[in-house]
């Protein structure tokens, strides 16, 4: 019996030896992720463009241990909504396929444009990574689209402007049609940036039309958010494949505002204002414009 049990626990031995060398690699993983690594997420400080509003397709979340797809969405708005240009937080080993979901948002540009979309232009990026490995951290690396210089030039030509067109007598309404105005009487539409693929100007950002008087869809979009911020207007930008414009509300109702389309280019290179695209609903705009306003209503849930 005693010769029985030994050839047992040999052959139990065996089996053991056996299939630590076959799941080594899981076994390796399973230590790091339960007894050797320590699993330190990032502290979110939010800077003085981080919004306190929350919308139908995302949040900000304090809860940075992912359950599921959307909450990854949750955490990678939360980071590039705070400003902060590096987080860390870690998969749960009980969140079977989450690296797999990193791994499709991170490598997913149209999906991070759409988050982009919803933060503050001074806090939205240029450039995004997400690193990775098996333990499963998770970093973002951020690099924003503004720099320093340029914030505090636009901010001070906000402010300028605010001071010479906005009084405190005026409904949200007029304020946005002051703006609007403004922005659409002192700049054109960069056609050598958008034909020609010139870039004589940072018509991509609110630099452009509000310092050197020339901007695309992102630029006009850019500028009116800044403004629609500060007057404390929920809004966020709204984009289709090729075109960006704003969502705004007001009086309990979404309505789209786009400056771009507001300023046509014609051929006689006469300056045009425009109201056909100022706060209009959603049935308006696809009465007017199918194809280049064409949004997707599962991210830009307020339009539908």
């Not at 403004?182 to 020609?196: G, H």
Request: contains cysteine; aromatic residues 14%; charged residues 25%.
């Amino acid at each position: 019996m005693k010769q029985k049990s030994k050839i047992t626990i040999f052959l139990i031995l065996i089996i053991i030896l056996g299939l630590t060398y076959y799941y080594q690699e899981e076994i390796a993983v399973f230590i790091l992720n339960n007894f050797l690594v320590k699993k330190e997420v990032s502290t979110l400080t939010n800077n003085d463009y981080a919004s306190e509003n929350n919308y139908l397709y995302l949040k900000t979340t304090t809860d940075f241990t992912p359950k599921n797809k959307q909450d990854l969405i949750n955490i990678y708005y939360t980071a590039l909504n705070s400003g902060s240009t590096e987080f860390t937080f870690y998969c749960p080993n009980n969140y079977d396929g989450c690296l797999d979901e990193v791994i499709y948002i991170s490598s997913n540009r149209q999906l991070l444009s759409e988050i982009n979309n919803f933060v503050h232009p001074y806090n939205s990026f240029k450039d995004l990574k997400t690193e990775y490995d098996s333990t499963g951290k998770v970093t973002l690396n951020i690099k924003h689209l503004y720099n320093k210089e340029e914030i505090n030039e636009v901010n001070e030509k906000v402010s300028k402007i605010i001071e010479e067109n906005i009084t405190t007598d005026l409904t949200p309404r007029e304020k946005i049609k002051k703006i609007h105005d403004y922005i659409i009487n002192n700049s054109k539409y960069d056609t050598l940036r958008s034909d020609k693929k010139e870039n004589l100007y940072k018509s991509n950002i609110a630099y452009g039309p509000l310092l050197q008087g020339y901007g695309i869809c992102g630029g006009y979009s850019d500028a009116m958010k800044i403004f629609l911020d500060i007057f404390n207007i929920p809004n966020y930008k709204i984009s289709s494949e090729n075109h960006v414009w704003n969502l705004v509300k007001l009086d309990g109702i979404w309505y789209h505002l786009d400056l771009t389309w507001d300023d046509p280019v014609v051929d006689t290179g006469v300056d045009i204002l425009e109201y056909d695209y100022f706060l209009i609903t959603t049935k308006e705009l696809k009465e007017l414009e199918k194809e280049q306003h064409n949004f997707n209503k599962d991210i830009y849930q307020e339009a539908k």
